[in-house]
């Protein structure tokens, strides 16, 4: 509990003490939501991601809310990770690892405290886990009874995933089990369908000769993770298990956002006694020397798949920005796993006065990193998306030009904005299709 002694910014303020400690005392009582050991595999593969022999997936919604919780909901958020890390794995030619921002992703950092409008100021909306978007007094109070529902929440939206990813839902003999209806009509329905076609031989090669196992490949290992912002929360639910090291038993991959990675805040104090692989988001406000002392403080013993560094930094500035950090991070003699955050240095305002992000800027950015890990030497181990697997209209572009005018349709989110199914779907297409021209041409300036 040594984070309590430093300043923890972004954290919500109960009016009722009481009420608080005695929601987060039950908390603490409850049975965890994942396994130390899990954790562990999960550390184990991401170390192989910072060696360039695996690449994670890592994508979910913004800010989940409890009506999320939703059989075919949490089915579609698994369908599109699962088609994503077919079309990754064809194209990369190496393990995906998926992760989702599900079950706890219920809480939000904001800009400001508090919000106005017409001349009624309230505390700001800051998740499910604190409060309801509803604009009343009652709704934007802080409820410690959100705490035990999120725990609820996520426990039902992890079983409803196990009982999917265990049971022959992402059966590879059944890749069209995952088709979404876009499939049919999208431009890129011929790239899924070779790809389909091409798994399924590969598939009947293995077990007619060279004699796998075919229940082995009924299933998928499936990972959680969510920002670790609501510091009590996290706390109730960190345990002391038989290894003798203290996890975070809410998620496999708890990270620390931008505006809570200050070194000697309570995050980082935090983050710093638990033994999960953990994340850091870094950005254009992140210096060399303030990356330099959470190495120190967060990776001190250079623990294989311990550090995961995950860079969003807007498409206009990452030129600029990640190349001190790589350097730096070279410069510690310390192993991570960089990710591509293409998400949030993105965000901007339609002419319309919405939320939103443009297709093109968040595929140039990611496009950006491959190269610039390439040309530093670097290893870009995975990407990291908000989106959603249902069909929203949050994002401009991609394949079926979505434009400011359509925003309206169907826009969903109480934060951020999504990728939805399709554009998702053709992102990983198109991170395949850039990795397997580099490959080839890789290989063809060998040959010669």
């Not at 192989?48 to 890592?58: I, S």
């Not at 009343?136 to 609820?152: H, Q």
């Not at 991170?431 to 041409?441: G, L």
């Amino acid at each position: 509990m040594s984070w309590k002694a430093k300043p923890a910014l972004q954290q919500p303020n109960y009016p009722d003490p009481a009420r608080l400690k005695s929601a987060l005392e039950a908390l603490s009582l409850l049975p965890p939501l994942v396994t130390w050991w899990e954790a562990e595999t999960l550390k184990s593969q991401l170390a192989e991601a910072a060696q360039g022999k695996r690449f994670l997936l890592q994508g979910g919604d913004c800010a989940e809310r409890f009506s999320d919780c939703d059989a075919t909901r949490i089915a579609n958020k698994l369908k599109i990770l699962l088609q994503m890390s077919l079309v990754l794995t064809q194209g990369l030619n190496k393990p995906v690892t998926r992760m989702g921002r599900i079950a706890g992703q219920y809480a939000k950092p904001r800009t400001d405290d508090l919000e106005t409008r017409n001349g009624v100021t309230l505390p700001a909306y800051r998740g499910d886990l604190v409060n309801r978007p509803e604009f009343t007094a009652a709704d934007r109070t802080p409820d410690p009874s959100l705490l035990l529902r999120a725990y609820e929440r996520a426990a039902l939206t992890l079983n409803h995933i196990r009982a999917l990813a265990q049971g022959g839902f992402a059966d590879l003999h059944h890749p069209e089990y995952w088709d979404l209806d876009f499939v049919h009509h999208s431009p890129w329905k011929d790239d899924y369908q070779q790809l389909v076609h091409a798994i399924g031989e590969a598939l009947r090669f293995m077990e007619n000769i060279l004699g796998v196992n075919p229940a082995a490949l009924r299933t998928v290992e499936f990972f959680t993770c969510h920002e670790g912002l609501h510091l009590s929360y996290e706390a109730a639910q960190t345990r002391q298990v038989e290894n003798g090291r203290w996890y975070n038993l809410s998620t496999h991959f708890p990270w620390i956002g931008v505006r809570t990675s200050d070194p000697e805040g309570a995050h980082t104090e935090y983050f710093r006694g638990i033994a999960n692989p953990i994340g850091v988001k870094i950005g254009p406000s992140t210096t060399p020397e303030t990356l330099a002392r959470l190495l120190d403080t967060l990776h001190p013993d250079n623990e294989p798949g311990r550090l995961t560094l995950i860079h969003r930094c807007g498409a206009a500035r990452i030129a600029g920005v990640l190349p001190p950090l790589i350097e730096t991070v070279r410069a510690s003699g310390k192993t991570v796993a960089w990710v591509a955050d293409p998400m949030h240095g993105n965000t901007l305002t339609s002419t319309q006065g919405v939320k939103t992000r443009r297709f093109s800027d968040i595929l140039s950015e990611l496009e950006q990193a491959m190269d610039l890990h390439a040309s530093l030497g670097s290893v870009l181990a995975g990407v990291h998306f908000e989106l959603t697997g249902d069909n929203v209209t949050e994002c401009t572009g991609g394949a079926r030009g979505l434009s400011d005018e359509d925003l309206g349709i169907a826009y969903q989110s109480e934060v951020d904005p999504r990728l939805n199914y399709e554009q998702a779907l053709e992102m990983s297409l198109r991170i395949a299709r850039r990795i397997t021209r580099r490959r080839y041409t890789e290989a063809h300036g060998e040959a010669k």
